[in-house]
């Protein structure tokens, strides 16, 4: 297998599977449809693609002299999922027009995947199998995969969701969706800090 085909392939298995910013994804799909939540889909790629350049850069260097900055965003990226899994637990399921203007920023989704430890770990993780000598050109290879696969998984959750919001269209079943969602947050949480 080539090298690029590798690491297209571990791009896909971190980003693919379920964990907070997919989650989310899916959610503000249900909730604010498709093309509102690709605002939250491209600042979560581009969060995790300056994430991955950094750390390929040498910033998994600096965090092995100072371990304690690692527990410090382990803490915060729990702390921030259980806010927003108080947030979604709280929502009355009511969709008002002006809400769905400020549905997720860009923001929202980089600071996710700068707080989500599974972001970290995919990181450290596939800079260590793919780019250990630190070689920039590689660096670089890695992060424009990374950036079309990071994009194209999180936007099929959010797809999946605008699929859903047909079936949530009112407050209650929304509701429901959104406990739901914050429980799949909390156990992610949970798993964080338990894992």
């Known amino acids: 297998m080539s090298l690029t085909l590798s690491m297209a392939a571990f791009a896909l298995a971190s980003s693919i599977t379920p964990g907070p910013v997919n989650i989310v994804a899916l959610s503000c799909g249900a909730r604010f449809g498709f093309g509102a939540s690709l605002r939250h889909v491209t600042g979560a790629t581009l969060g995790f693609v300056l994430l991955l350049v950094l750390m390929g850069l040498g ?29 979604l637990a709280m929502d009355d399921g009511q969709i008002s027009a002006k809400e769905a203007n400020r549905a997720p920023s860009m923001a929202y989704g980089a600071l996710m995947q700068w707080l989500n430890p599974k972001a970290w770990l995919a990181c450290v993780a596939g800079m260590g199998a793919f780019v250990a000598n630190g070689e920039t050109a590689l660096v670089w290879h890695f992060a ?8 194209l998984s999180v936007a099929c959750w959010a797809y999946a969701g605008t699929f859903l919001r047909r079936y949530l269209n009112n407050p209650r079943g929304m509701r429901l969706f959104n406990r739901t969602m914050a429980l799949l947050l909390v156990a992610c949480a949970l798993y964080l800090l338990l894992g």
């Open 144 to 151: 424009l995969i990374y950036l079309v696969v990071c994009y």
């Open 59 to 87: 910033l998994h260097e600096v965090l092995s002299l100072w371990p304690f900055l690692t527990r410090a965003v382990e803490w915060a990226g729990v702390a921030f999922l259980l806010y927003l899994a108080f947030k």
